[in-house]
């Protein structure tokens, strides 16, 4: 729903707005447009081009000026006001939820209002500038000797390990202080969404408010992060604000790097250019597997690290699996695009996998990696960088593509003390304490364990943070060992599924007796896992600080070995 706040006469800002609230915008007597959220931030976010098409239909202007979340630099609030200098008015303004927006107002004008005047205005609107009149008293840097907010433990992120953890936490020490930092109004349940894109699961049952996971007793900071200060135990928040902790976790996942592939942002959605890595493509997926009837499909992988290694080909098997069942599979032509050289990581899985890759026909193409994309002319441009071959560049046709996007740890985390050499939180893989400062732990996709990254190994990575941060509450030793443990359920066809489970080496970890389950082979009873099990163990058991099959193995090193 759109809703507009007024800042002054000339400036109106909003949370995200969606391209049908563009002729109400219009209609409301604005003139111009301002998107300040970087496209691809959010799993269902539209992206700038489709906003901006429809301003241009109605004789909006629009400009392009997006801000990493929580990292506002006076640099972009001089542009941001010149803009709105240059700009037809009254403007309105957008990002996540505003608050970027009116950060860089209320730095704009730093030099020209009174600082009580900026914080009334900002207020007046909705929005709390204490933060950003500090930075501005302070000579531009937020002052984090004091903060506005302190907790016993601050999570940061509140996807599937923020909750998991929160909850895990809660379970052990009812008493304790916690605070999750997230901006997010959804929370998504990820791993359905490749269920979506085959027509299996309808994509509002992967969708949840985040209020309503949030654990009972455990505060809500909806902002997000803009920086670390663990010298001072502190947390910059979007808006300048500042949360102080006694100990930190740090989950908010990895960043879908959408923009690293050329014009691939402009055709996502259409020109038969889909992703089942976003809550709003997965759903088109399905529409163009149903439609194809003859033609060449291309799925793409890109270098690892990525979350859920098999995603790109579960997307592969399941639409091949539907034009097997409807009798077209000889006129497709179905392409493997992997930037790696292996089908999968653990070559126990192999096997089972390449049944499906002959009964597909699918032509696997190793160190192809994905880097631009011309949508109306359905071209991809890919790298290709084989053992003992010079680089080169082809262009391949398709009629349908599904993406896989490049993938890096988010930029806050990158630029942060916390992060190793390229970019991921620096952590020991067995207790998953940071390798620098003692008072902080992470676990999920952001963190540099060699696991998959994957909703399973968060499942088994929560306990162990939870109890190793509990016994550093209590003055003990790490007790929590994580052994690598991830998952990915590979959906070979409609009703099957090869289960790999395994930890760090490739070391197999099954869950079940081979009786039971054989995650070598596709099984049936593996399929109703991930159909009927999976999800409510994730909604009512995961979230909830149940353990259930994930207690954490026991530490057998000395804490000078950690």
Known sequence: MLEIKKLTDAISVAPQIEPED???IKDAGFRAIVCNRPDGEGADQPTFEEVEAKAREVGLECLYQPVTSGMVHDEQAEEFGKALTTLPGPV??????????????????????????????AKAAGYDMGGVVRRIVNGGKTPTDSGDARFDVVIVGGGAGGIAVASSLKSRMRDIEIAVIDPADIHYYQPGWTMVGAGIFDPATTARTMGSLIPKGVHWIKSAVAAFEPGNNAVILDGCRVVKYDRLIVCPGLKLDWHAVDGLVDTLGKNGVTSN???????????????LKQGRALFTQPPMPIKCAGAPQKAMYLSGDHWFREEVLGNIDIQFMNAGGVLFGVKDYVPALMEYVKKYDATLNFFHNLVAVDGAAKTATFEVKEPDHEPRRIDVEFDMMHVCPPQTAPDFIRVSPLADAVGWVDVDQITLRHKTFDNIWALGDVMNAPNAKTAAAARMQAPVVAANVTADILGGNPRGAYNGYGSCPLTVERGKIVLAEFGYGGTLLPSFPKWVIDG???????????????????????LKGREWMAKPEKVTTKVSDV
């Open 22 to 24: 563009v002729q109400k």
């Open 92 to 121: 309105l303004a957008y990002c996540r939820t505003g608050t970027r927006c009116t950060t860089l107002w209320s730095l704009s004008h730093a030099k020209d209002m009174e600082t009580s005047e900026i914080l009334a205005t």
């Open 277 to 291: 890595y976003r809550y709003d493509l997965a759903p088109y997926t399905w529409e163009l597997v149903q439609n």
């Open 520 to 542: 070598t082979r596709p099984t049936r009873m593996a399929w109703w896992l991930k159909e009927q099990l999976l999800p409510p163990v994730y909604w009512g058991a995961m």
